[in-house]
């Protein structure tokens, strides 16, 4: 994998990633631009906005605190990762660093998503009430887009600061960069997670359940608490999620492309998100909803548009800047390779662009209640909730299955495309940044989904919104149900892409590795099964069943946290419907903000026990077992999550736009029998499309990075001087340890629905 | 892999080939003996027994006409074996006849497992009303040892044939055994299964949910059909599925053990089971239902005690049989190899019993009625459904994690035992030996559950049963849940260890095909990217996705086949309710033979789909993508499967558990909210339970068997003088045609439910 090659900077090269860098700016500034103008737009009537204020107040309190919580995780891990074997000082000092960066960056996007998301919602209800459909549709949009342009300028402006001041050191230190971000964001998904689908569920338990009063009604405690959730879940958790999905992707193909394709191959993949970020750009300001069509089909239209433009615009970079021949390249390890690098390479970025188009079209095809599975998922509510539960499991199933064959289509189209390993490996990274190109709109799209959800929830909390706004509002709400499970479908492609890739980096780190642990060492042959990765060997197999595991353990956490921290919501709501007299006539208010403390707390204290899993899992497998077992587990990981990842959040997505067919009057409508099946799969949906589907993407890049990170140390621990088997053990052991005592602790805590 | 070993056999080798002979032919004997016992006792009333007659008649037509079914598929693939490559005219004429005995084995206990049981349900009915429990609980064990020692028999006289008869060949003519039991085995869980969940899912929508009447009522047309379903599904199905783990395990041990011990590594593997045998009978006999305990404390007692005396007996026949050096093996790969082969082997078999005991204790605990976990589950029905569906899934996916660590610890442990691969390999086979000796006392165990099951039915419909003995059977039906899944767990993990040392035989089939594809051929290295299996290789990781996809797609084609085959029986049943005037009154008969002709016929046509998927997707991966990629295939799918047999098979018990529980006066007890919260639950499992997740693991076997069979074929199609890309590709393409062309066929027949 290592070709030696010397990474130096041209005067041109280094012009290059200064220009990279200042569309990042130019991304940044576009992006303070559109919010500018979201704010500018009316705000509504007081009521209306006394209660978004108290969703800004709550979701800022929620993420504070959680910042303040995981500002400890992030110093320890910081310590870690400077004790972990570096090439040279400078490159230990540049990752540890980077990874505050990357962690920093991580958060900032999933703040201003919150942020901006908090006050758009009452600006879109206060459109949909005076000024129309288009308009509304236009604020929501542009609030997305500001969210789209700041995620993609960071990663961008990050990526080419790291490469213009480390130039060859810069891979190391990306690797920093991507852990920091990826860790940040798996904790956002996972608190925001569970946040959100605890008061979603633990309200709709009480309220419509118990109680019989409507979704967002001003009488139940909860309603704040779900509003805030929505933000911290649907817009923090995925605005960093989608940034970390960008930084890492990015931070895999420079890795891969100095190795393959020398100083062009690190400075190509800055300059096709660069094309992204432009198209991003041209895609916000063309969304203009038309009359006569559905929300979706304008969302459609705009990425379908800057998705083309992306790629007539790499097409040209590719063949402007990449040599036509491999001997061009001026790389010892390629020179004499058959075939066109400019070809290669354009078209590993054209099977990005195509695979994110395809995912698009697939889980809207799964998901949209204009089509024909969720259709069905809805006419079985007539035969019940078992009917409805089992269709919307095979829903989601098969539509995981032809997610995961079109991915895995994809990287071994990318695969095909060269002789060499390493110029396969580089082709799939290129193939993560064509993806990569469409995150600014896909940003944009996703954010619409929580915005609308929250203006719908302002305007009924408020009761000043006239019926057509409603309906305005419900419609947009279908909408943002399929871009959202499509958001996920797209970040979950660029989980497999750069784990594919990073599999390079995992293997290059290994070599090294032993390289320097000296030739003689290599001859101790008792140990080397732990670095044999071959997949017929049963101690690697052993690894794959262990990722597999891992992927069902994490998920089960998640949906039990939620279960957990919504019963402590039904308590307290129950309580104030109790302690409180007046809540029910209206003549008093209920304390919303004590829901949001307990929410709060809860999300907070079930977010360790996943994410210490994710960091501590591979620390267990690669000391314990070695490295071949841990590349097996990273494959088994990636395999089962793929298709669990899918599989939860398009299930999810289905059953939720199930729910709206028959809230439509199909089958009965609101209040038939029908319904009530729909809300059983709705509610069943609710944890596994918001907390633990979307938490799946993360967790994957986590465990890869933190492998790729660990790698040499295992070496190093295992053969040569250095070999030590009790300390490889121990490290091993107190990881075992660190994750059963956070699943004891989180078992503890039994659940206040069950016990 | 392959040591130029050249088996010969002594005499005093030859007399212990032919003494495991004749205790599988004891073992037949007996099992002969307890079934005149179980038919000696008293049939009960003319209505029980009319009612008992029209289930046998119905179970007996359906295995008849699923035989004719099947048989042209196993003539087809009788076919395709004759012109897979095969090392002599010898070698390929015992490989396909084999197969058709293994076939026919397979299909053997099946019929046989259904007759007996369809003959006991009666008698145990009878039994519970007017001899008592401890009488009743006999005949049902009993019934379930008869088959038990059938099963076990019947492998160990396959096996011991073809070793006495092929000597040296043997290894080879097994692959076709096993593969011809695995195959049927396969058919008969998915036809089975979807048969007796269509039945049981249609009759409880009309009978308990339309019509308001209890299960198991006369007026229901559909209740034959749902008690037929329990013989062909639970016993004929489930006896099918163990007799092919036996086989398939055996047949492992076998191959690898003539690669690593030589002659004794061929006869040791049939020496364990043998002993297994002897176990099996003592642990029939001695099991007493003791008035003061549960019925699971009885069984367990038999099973623990059986375990401790193969242990030692297996202990005694390692010491005895084995060298207590590798020199004295006399098989030149393993000479000078550290440790001793007598102790190796024991401890290797030893991991399989202990592994087959924690399985046990593991499966008990997360679905027994007693335990915590279920008890919690059946709490959350005072929340509703959703959270029954939530928390079930939740049990579901934390059972399978530990599960699934618990059996990688076996595989692992077992590969620590040497330090040479294919001694590892040897060790993991026998581990499966190991598990084996358990099966006689897991299938008496498991054949409990269906007939306590049917019992009550036939209480039930014929009204002749005391309350007391009622109150008996609904104890025993209970056990029967535990016993079953237990039975599931015990499976899969025969799965993973036989999958795991397959996989040697796969290299080894590798390895001799390019050995005689000449070794200049090699040279090809575009071609070699194919061979390669390195986990850190894109296109091995695609083929672990894919194998994860397909687990995935199979469940799915199940789930949705009850679904469609239960939507035809609720429109016959409204039917007959509707143009059957008197049913409802008790004054005429429903016409249950048209249910069950109707269930039958769609059964048959719904098992297509998944079968197929099964036998082909392994050939379109292989010849596609080549050798490397399939065996990231396969073990994308041993990762993926284990985690969701257990997962599908723990929840759905768990969830009629907890049915159970709130059945027996908790929580409101029968007709509350509560109630109708876990009778969802249940329903959403019974698919789960009894369709989709047994069949995951003869799916994995037939998966492995297929791909070692076709491996030589893809090498000599890829390099060398037959090399010929064309052929291969028509061949992964029609492979890719025929699945596609079934999914298509099964889509059309859109669901009654649905469509």
Redesign the interface.
Same mark, same amino acid.
């Given at each position: 994998m290592d070709t030696g090659q010397v990474i130096t900077f041209t005067g041109s090269d280094k012009t290059i990633v200064v220009i990279v860098g200042v569309v990042a700016l130019v991304a940044l500034a576009i992006s303070f631009v559109l919010r500018a103008g979201v704010l500018a737009a009316g705000k509504g009537s007081p009521r209306m906005q006394e209660i978004s204020e108290a969703v800004q107040e709550g979701a800022a309190a929620y993420l504070g605190r959680q910042f303040r919580t995981l500002g400890i995780f992030v110093v320890v891990v910081f310590a870690l990762l400077f004790v972990l074997p570096a090439n040279s000082t400078g490159e230990r000092i540049g990752r540890s660093i980077f990874f505050l960066v990357g962690a920093g960056f991580s958060a900032a996007i999933g703040y201003t998503g919150m942020w901006l998301a908090t006050r758009a919602n009452v600006r879109v209800a206060a459109a949909a009430n005076g000024e129309g459909r288009e308009r509304a549709m236009q604020i929501a949009f542009r609030t997305g887009g500001s969210v789209g342009l700041a995620t993609t300028g960071l990663g961008l402006l990050g990526a080419s600061v790291v490469v213009l001041v480390y130039v060859a050191e810069a891979p190391k230190v990306l690797e920093g960069f991507g852990f920091g971000a990826a860790m940040l964001a798996m904790f956002m998904r996972v608190g925001g997670g569970i946040f959100t689908k605890a008061a979603d &569920?633990g309200a709709d338990?009480v309220g419509k359940?118990e109680q019989g009063i409507p979704e967002d009604d001003p009488r139940n405690a909860a309603t704040i608490a779900d509003n805030v959730g929505d933000n911290v879940g649907d817009c923090a958790g995925m605005a960093a999620d989608l940034f970390e999905s960008y930084a890492v992707t990015l931070v895999a193909s420079l890795i891969l492309g100095s190795a393959a394709f020398g100083t062009k191959g690190l400075i190509f993949p800055l300059i096709v998100p660069a094309i992204g970020v432009l198209t991003a750009i041209i895609g916000v300001y063309i969304t203009r909803a038309r009359a006569s069509e559905s929300g979706l089909a304008t969302i459609n239209r705009s990425f379908y548009i800057s998705a083309l433009i992306s790629a007539v615009l790499c097409a040209v970079a590719a063949f402007v800047y990449l040599p036509t021949t491999f001997d061009g390249l001026g790389v010892a390890a390629v020179q004499g390779l058959p075939g066109n690098p400019a070809v290669i390479a354009f078209v590993s970025v054209i099977i990005g662009i195509v695979l994110a188009a395809v995912i698009l079209w697939l889980t809207g095809y799964y998901t949209d209640t204009n089509k024909k599975p969720t259709q =069905?998922v809805a006419?079985?509510s007539l035969?019940?909730?078992?009917?409805v539960?089992? +269709?919307g499991?095979?829903v989601g199933? =098969?539509s995981?299955?032809y997610t995961?064959?079109v991915?895995?289509a994809a990287?071994?189209g990318?695969?095909l495309l060269s !002789?060499s390993?390493f110029v396969?490996?580089f082709c799939?990274a290129l193939a993560g940044c064509g993806l990569l190109t469409t995150v600014g709109v896909i940003v944009a799209m996703d954010t619409f989904g929580p915005i609308s959800d929250n203006a719908q929830g302002v305007a009924e909390m408020s009761g000043e919104v006239s019926e057509e706004g409603a309906q305005i509002l419900t419609d947009l709400d279908a909408v943002g149900n399929t871009t959202k499970a499509i958001t996920k479908g797209i970040a979950i492609a660029t989980a &497999?892409l750069a784990a594919?890739a990073l599999? !390079?980096s995992?293997?290059n780190a290994i070599g090294d590795a032993l390289a320097s642990a000296g030739g003689a060492a290599l001859d101790a042959?008792?140990g080397m099964?732990s670095f044999i990765?071959?997949?017929?060997? /049963?101690?690697? #197999?052993?690894g794959? #069943?262990?990722?597999?595991?891992?992927v069902?353990?994490f998920? !089960?956490l998640a &949906?039990?946290a939620? +279960?957990r921290a919504a019963g402590a919501v &039904?308590n307290e709501v129950r309580r104030q419907f109790r302690d409180i007299p007046g809540i029910m006539e209206g003549t008093n208010k209920p304390e919303y903000g004590k829901v949001v403390d307990i929410v709060t707390r809860d999300s907070l204290r079930e977010l360790a026990t996943p994410g210490l899993l994710a960091v501590f899992a591979p620390i267990a497998v690669g000391f314990g #077992?070695g490295t071949g077992p841990l590349?097996?587990y990273l494959? !088994?990981a990636?395999?089962?999550g793929?298709?669990m990842a899918v599989?939860l959040a398009n299930s999810g997505g289905s059953w939720d736009n199930a729910k709206k067919l028959v809230e439509d009057g199909h089958y009965g409508g609101k209040g038939s029998e029908a319904h009530s099946a729909t809300?059983?799969g709705d509610?069943?949906g609710d /944890?596994f499309k918001d907390t633990a589907g979307p938490a799946i993407n993360p967790l994957i890049k986590v465990m890869n990075l933190v492998s790729v990170l660990i790698a040499p140390a295992i070496v190093t621990l295992t053969v040569g001087d250095g070999a030590n088997d009790a300390v490889r053990i121990i490290i091993s052991l107190v990881a075992v340890l660190v994750i059963i005592a956070a699943i004891v602790v989180s078992k503890r805590r039994a659940?206040v629905?069950?016990?």
């Amino acid at each position: 994998m290592d070709t030696g090659q010397v990474i130096t900077f041209t005067g041109s090269d280094k012009t290059i990633v200064v220009i990279v860098g200042v569309v990042a700016l130019v991304a940044l500034a576009i992006s303070f631009v559109l919010r500018a103008g979201v704010l500018a737009a009316g705000k509504g009537s007081p009521r209306m906005q006394e209660i978004s204020e108290a969703v800004q107040e709550g979701a800022a309190a929620y993420l504070g605190r959680q910042f303040r919580t995981l500002g400890i995780f992030v110093v320890v891990v910081f310590a870690l990762l400077f004790v972990l074997p570096a090439n040279s000082t400078g490159e230990r000092i540049g990752r540890s660093i980077f990874f505050l960066v990357g962690a920093g960056f991580s958060a900032a996007i999933g703040y201003t998503g919150m942020w901006l998301a908090t006050r758009a919602n009452v600006r879109v209800a206060a459109a949909a009430n005076g000024e129309g459909r288009e308009r509304a549709m236009q604020i929501a949009f542009r609030t997305g887009g500001s969210v789209g342009l700041a995620t993609t300028g960071l990663g961008l402006l990050g990526a080419s600061v790291v490469v213009l001041v480390y130039v060859a050191e810069a891979p190391k230190v990306l690797e920093g960069f991507g852990f920091g971000a990826a860790m940040l964001a798996m904790f956002m998904r996972v608190g925001g997670g569970i946040f959100t689908k605890a008061a979603d &569920v633990g309200a709709d338990l009480v309220g419509k359940v118990e109680q019989g009063i409507p979704e967002d009604d001003p009488r139940n405690a909860a309603t704040i608490a779900d509003n805030v959730g929505d933000n911290v879940g649907d817009c923090a958790g995925m605005a960093a999620d989608l940034f970390e999905s960008y930084a890492v992707t990015l931070v895999a193909s420079l890795i891969l492309g100095s190795a393959a394709f020398g100083t062009k191959g690190l400075i190509f993949p800055l300059i096709v998100p660069a094309i992204g970020v432009l198209t991003a750009i041209i895609g916000v300001y063309i969304t203009r909803a038309r009359a006569s069509e559905s929300g979706l089909a304008t969302i459609n239209r705009s990425f379908y548009i800057s998705a083309l433009i992306s790629a007539v615009l790499c097409a040209v970079a590719a063949f402007v800047y990449l040599p036509t021949t491999f001997d061009g390249l001026g790389v010892a390890a390629v020179q004499g390779l058959p075939g066109n690098p400019a070809v290669i390479a354009f078209v590993s970025v054209i099977i990005g662009i195509v695979l994110a188009a395809v995912i698009l079209w697939l889980t809207g095809y799964y998901t949209d209640t204009n089509k024909k599975p969720t259709q =069905e998922v809805a006419k079985t509510s007539l035969t019940g909730a078992a009917t409805v539960i089992l +269709s919307g499991i095979s829903v989601g199933f =098969e539509s995981a299955v032809y997610t995961a064959l079109v991915i895995g289509a994809a990287v071994y189209g990318a695969f095909l495309l060269s !002789g060499s390993l390493f110029v396969a490996l580089f082709c799939i990274a290129l193939a993560g940044c064509g993806l990569l190109t469409t995150v600014g709109v896909i940003v944009a799209m996703d954010t619409f989904g929580p915005i609308s959800d929250n203006a719908q929830g302002v305007a009924e909390m408020s009761g000043e919104v006239s019926e057509e706004g409603a309906q305005i509002l419900t419609d947009l709400d279908a909408v943002g149900n399929t871009t959202k499970a499509i958001t996920k479908g797209i970040a979950i492609a660029t989980a &497999v892409l750069a784990a594919t890739a990073l599999f !390079g980096s995992y293997s290059n780190a290994i070599g090294d590795a032993l390289a320097s642990a000296g030739g003689a060492a290599l001859d101790a042959a008792a140990g080397m099964s732990s670095f044999i990765s071959d997949i017929v060997s /049963p101690n690697t #197999l052993v690894g794959v #069943l262990i990722g597999a595991a891992v992927v069902f353990l994490f998920s !089960g956490l998640a &949906v039990n946290a939620v +279960s957990r921290a919504a019963g402590a919501v &039904v308590n307290e709501v129950r309580r104030q419907f109790r302690d409180i007299p007046g809540i029910m006539e209206g003549t008093n208010k209920p304390e919303y903000g004590k829901v949001v403390d307990i929410v709060t707390r809860d999300s907070l204290r079930e977010l360790a026990t996943p994410g210490l899993l994710a960091v501590f899992a591979p620390i267990a497998v690669g000391f314990g #077992l070695g490295t071949g077992p841990l590349a097996g587990y990273l494959a !088994g990981a990636i395999g089962t999550g793929t298709l669990m990842a899918v599989f939860l959040a398009n299930s999810g997505g289905s059953w939720d736009n199930a729910k709206k067919l028959v809230e439509d009057g199909h089958y009965g409508g609101k209040g038939s029998e029908a319904h009530s099946a729909t809300v059983i799969g709705d509610t069943v949906g609710d /944890p596994f499309k918001d907390t633990a589907g979307p938490a799946i993407n993360p967790l994957i890049k986590v465990m890869n990075l933190v492998s790729v990170l660990i790698a040499p140390a295992i070496v190093t621990l295992t053969v040569g001087d250095g070999a030590n088997d009790a300390v490889r053990i121990i490290i091993s052991l107190v990881a075992v340890l660190v994750i059963i005592a956070a699943i004891v602790v989180s078992k503890r805590r039994a659940s206040v629905l069950t016990g």
